[in-house]
């Protein structure tokens, strides 16, 4: 598998090339789906202030990787930080914003979502949504999405969302499966600052150690993989 690292001097260097790259997937219809947390906050927000103008916004649909079961207006909820951090400065269509209702009930909010994907998303040979970019991030045990160390979402063959459990706060949680995100054209983990460097060393040198974190197993078959890190996060590469 090539692993493709893109190393930049902070996480304003970074957000400014991640940006350039967004502006240019953007001159052709695209689906992009987005983590959540707090990392791709300074992204959103470069966006919005220098690309908010030069974006063909209404190319792209945008969907989350995973969404906590909260209210859209909650502090939690990752819909909530993009449309404060990118949706309220941009001008984009509202049919192009695909949130996860975190709202109602999980099991009905995951099969809806599922629904949503499997209706917008071509599919592949192997019968599941191909989204043509993954952006995720990286928690410091391991998890992406909301894929966490020890949850048996990691062996479910068939699903491409499902509800999970957050073990440090016990919050449910709606996410994609790896199985989804093994099947994108292209998966770009964004991971900065030097409390993720550990565990960015663990799993980019392929240590025995990082085969119980989640985020060891994307590894897209038929797409590309990249790891876009500042020197703090890849400071023990
Ligand atoms: C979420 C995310 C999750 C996040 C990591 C890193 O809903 O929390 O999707 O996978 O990307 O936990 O979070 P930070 O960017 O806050 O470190």
């Known amino acids: 598998m090539n692993i493709n690292k893109k190393i930049y001097k902070d996480p304003f260097e970074l957000s400014k090339f991640l940006s350039d790259e967004i502006l240019e997937v953007s001159k052709k219809k695209i689906n992009i789906a987005l983590s959540g947390g707090s990392t791709p906050k300074l992204l959103f927000e470069t966006l919005s202030t220098s690309y908010h103008n030069k974006i063909s916004w209404n190319n792209i649909n945008f969907y989350w990787s995973d969404e906590r079961c909260v209210p859209p207006e909650h502090q939690d909820s990752n819909y909530g930080m993009t449309k404060k951090y990118l949706f309220n400065n941009i001008l984009i269509p509202e049919q192009n914003i695909h949130r996860i209702e975190g709202e109602i009930a999980p099991k009905v909010a995951a099969n809806n979502y599922e629904q949503k994907i499997l209706n917008n998303i071509k599919k592949g040979s192997n019968d599941f949504p191909i989204f043509d970019w993954i952006i995720l991030g990286l928690g410091t045990d391991g ?75 994307i590894k897209p078959p038929n797409g590309k993989l990249e790891w876009w890190l500042d020197e703090e996060a890849a400071s023990l590469l």
């Open 143 to 217: 998890h992406t999405a909301s894929i966490f160390p020890n949850s048996s979402l990691e062996i479910f063959p068939k699903n491409i969302c499902a509800v999970a459990v957050n073990p440090q706060t016990n919050q449910q949680r709606i996410t994609f499966t790896i199985n989804l995100i093994n099947n994108a054209k292209r998966v770009s983990f964004l991971v900065t600052g030097i409390n993720k460097a550990k565990i960015i060393f663990e799993i980019l040198s392929g240590k025995e150690t990082a085969i119980k974190y989640p985020a060891s197993l």
